[in-house]
């Protein structure tokens, strides 16, 4: 199974600032994505990050106050832009990895809890 | 559209007890259903994996039932312990073959406590 690294674990961070996340997979996986999880609720998809090209986003979310990156197989970065305190949220990195019975696993990174004041 | 409704909310047990937590979802077609336990301030951690011709799974003290016809699926606990205290969540994957979507649906989560 595939472990996932996310720097930093946390962060509290001033308005208007910039804070970029770093996710690290320990094997190659087939997807990467990025999640929010606000307090007390589930898991919301930002977007799918692409290797190589521009990341696809959900509903809701932008290239421009999310930049992600993915520049090979095992990291990916999430950067959240201008930040405002509606920005406080853990941020989850997700692996998707092909398993021997065909099917597909997902891995979560521990998540990476920011605070914006 | 793709939903997965977990019940209950929330639910409180003592120590020791059993409980049985819900998940039914609408997903088609479907790949597979996850559950997954999340500790507070962690990421999810997988406990059982199903696909549509598996109807039960056990992991340790952890048991999945799944009916694909019915399209429910069932996480139940048995004697409890209080590091069972935590988030459960249920997902569900479409099956992509063909070109449609791989995003997986997310339930909103059972949240557990045990009490000593």
């Known amino acids: 199974s595939a472990v996932i690294s996310q720097k930093p674990s946390r962060d509290i961070c001033q308005r208007g600032t910039s804070l970029t996340i770093q996710c690290q997979v320990d094997?190659?996986?087939?997807?990467m994505f990025w999640y929010r999880q606000q307090p007390g609720q589930s898991l919301t998809l930002i977007a799918t990050a692409n290797q190589g090209s521009e990341a696809t986003y959900e509903s809701g979310f932008v290239i421009d106050k999310f930049p992600i990156s993915r520049p090979n197989l095992t990291f990916s970065t999430l950067t959240v832009s201008n930040m405002s305190p509606e920005d406080s949220s853990i941020y989850l990195c997700?692996?998707?990895?092909?398993?021997?019975?065909?099917?597909?696993?997902?891995?979560f990174g521990p998540g990476t809890r920011l605070t914006v004041l | 559209k793709n939903q997965v409704e977990q019940s209950p909310q929330s639910l409180i047990i003592l120590e020791g007890k059993n409980c049985t937590l819900q998940?039914?979802?609408?997903?088609?077609?479907?790949?597979?259903l996850r559950w997954y336990k999340q500790d507070t301030g962690r990421g999810p951690v997988s406990l059982t994996i199903m696909t549509f011709s598996e109807n039960t799974k056990s992991n340790g003290r952890y048991t999945a039932t799944l009916d694909a016809d019915t399209k429910q699926s069932s996480l139940h606990i048995t004697a409890s312990q209080l590091s069972d205290s935590a988030s459960y969540i249920c997902v569900v994957s479409p099956d992509h073959l063909g070109g449609g979507s791989y995003i997986p649906t997310f339930g909103r989560g059972t949240s557990l406590i045990v009490h000593p």
């Open positions: 998940c039914n979802y609408t997903v088609s077609p479907f790949s597979n």
């Open positions: 094997s190659q996986v087939t997807m």
């Open positions: 997700s692996g998707l990895q092909r398993m021997v019975s065909s099917y597909n696993e997902q891995f």
